[in-house]
């Protein structure tokens, strides 16, 4: 038996009824950061690797997806290099592009190449698709859509303040309940200095970012795998899991980090940060974990991740402050700060807490019943005043069985119903079948716009 098609693994289709729920999402994100003064951008999904490697760090880098050169790629390369290459050169070799891993370092770029066009601070937000060749698992797929928002140019840590905002408000629109966790990556490299491994910030930060999947004991292998010391590893415990309250924990932390200029700048960055934080009043729940490392490279200041509180699938959103990000494209000096969306992470979580609200799957709010030739003729020009009108609307195309007609009604839960048979047509009439009550109204067919507006 002939095996029938199939798809990549980790990746997916979505019917009408998941995209009707999807673009709920996607106009739901996008109304806030439009709200909050954030402009649209695109980017190609294909980037030059040179642009891609090297940001991301080495298991970063192992996720990418390369696209093979098209065309005769052999004829550049010599068979002494084919054979003797390493994979990693010859990868280089043979691969010059790949689809891009996230937005924010295609962002970075577009940044370099149009700065002179660009007034800064420049607030930009994209939602587009994003690849990794990770091994797939619950809420994790190899293609994936981000709702990206960021501001560059400007240092305030008023611009984390806002992306705060932003996840409270978006969450808040979409009804679910979550935690926003902070930390930063100044207090993380003091604390590397203090346990005498700043060398190895790296290797340190892309541990404890699995402490929440692998525990403890994992991490701390990890860094002994790293090459940490067992004396750095045990003075790292009490600094880690540091209890109490956001002010206490920064107090605590202001005593340890003395004399490292770094952990005090994170400091005083998480003071001014929780100062805007707590004269506000925010749906979600701000907490201060030092664990928190989020595993990218570029991270050089605050770092921000939320979860949801009522469906464990990992963080539904992320980011942090990227001082110099544009700087490996030669654009010194210019910071920015941004947060990512999960969207693929986030109707999961609403499909599965059942937050979707019904008029998110409804697109067609009308269908006129088609009885024939002399019926189609006298509901065509009503089909179009209802579109010009803006009421989405259709006419079944063939004259079938009504019942069958009433069925795919029923099956795209069209909430109205428009007959026009032989006593409408002879009295300039319509009759409007309401499908969930089953109620029918007989008006004239010149009101039937005006009608269906005041319904709706």
Not at 194 to 204: F, S
Not at 218 to 223: A, D, G, S
Not at 314 to 327: F, P, V
Not at 334 to 355: E, K, P
């Amino acid at each position: 038996m002939a095996k029938g098609p199939g798809l990549p693994k980790g990746t997916r289709d979505f019917g009408p009824l998941e995209m009707y729920r999807r673009n709920y999402i996607f106009n739901t994100i996008r109304s806030v950061f439009r709200l909050y003064g954030y402009q649209p951008l695109e980017t190609p999904a294909i980037e030059n690797l040179s642009t891609l490697m090297g940001k991301y760090g080495e298991e970063g880098d192992r996720l990418l997806f390369k696209i093979l050169n098209s065309g005769d790629f052999r004829s550049k390369i010599s068979d002494e290099d084919f054979i003797n290459a390493g994979l990693p050169e010859l990868s280089s070799l043979l691969a010059e592009k790949g689809l891009r891993y996230d937005l924010t370092v295609p962002f970075a770029r577009y940044v370099v190449q149009h700065r002179n066009d660009i007034n800064f601070p420049f607030k930009r937000y994209q939602i587009q698709p994003v690849w990794r060749a990770d091994k797939p698992q619950k809420g994790r797929y190899r293609e994936f859509y981000q709702c990206d928002v960021d501001v560059i140019g400007d240092d305030s840590l008023f611009n984390e303040y806002e992306l705060i905002k932003i996840i409270d408000d978006v969450f808040s629109r979409l009804s679910v309940r979550n935690r926003i966790v902070l930390n930063n990556r100044r207090l993380l490299n003091g604390i590397a200095e203090k346990i005498g491994e700043g060398g190895k910030i790296a290797d340190i930060t892309v541990a404890i970012d699995k402490l929440d999947k692998t525990g403890i004991e994992n991490v701390n292998r990890e860094l002994a795998a790293k090459g940490l010391s067992a004396e750095a590893i045990e003075r790292l415990q009490p600094i880690l899991f540091l209890g109490g309250s956001v002010e206490s924990k920064l107090n605590k932390l202001g005593d340890m980090l003395a004399g490292s200029e770094e952990g005090m700048a994170g400091v005083k960055e998480m003071r001014t940060l929780f100062d805007y934080i707590e004269s506000d009043n925010l749906d979600s729940e701000c907490v201060f974990d030092l664990t928190l490392a989020r595993g990218l490279d570029y991270y050089t200041g605050t770092i921000i991740e939320a979860k949801a509180l009522d469906y464990e699938i990992g963080s539904i959103c992320g980011g942090g402050r990227y001082d110099d990000l544009t700087g490996i494209f030669g654009l010194a000096g210019v910071s920015g700060v941004g947060i990512s969306f999960g969207a693929d992470r986030i109707y999961d979580v609403m499909i599965n807490l059942d937050l979707f609200p019904q008029h998110s799957e409804q697109d067609t709010q009308v269908l006129f019943i088609n009885f024939g030739d002399k019926e189609e003729k006298y509901s065509i020009p009503l089909l179009n005043s209802l579109r010009k009108a803006g009421i989405a609307s259709e006419l079944f195309p063939s004259a079938m069985k009504i019942k069958k007609q009433m069925a795919y009604a029923n099956s795209r839960s069209i909430p109205w119903v428009i007959i026009a048979g032989e006593s409408e047509i002879s009295n300039n009439k319509v009759t409007v079948k309401n499908m969930i009550s089953g109620q029918q109204h007989i008006i004239n067919k010149d009101e039937l716009p005006d009608f269906l507006r005041n319904k709706n």
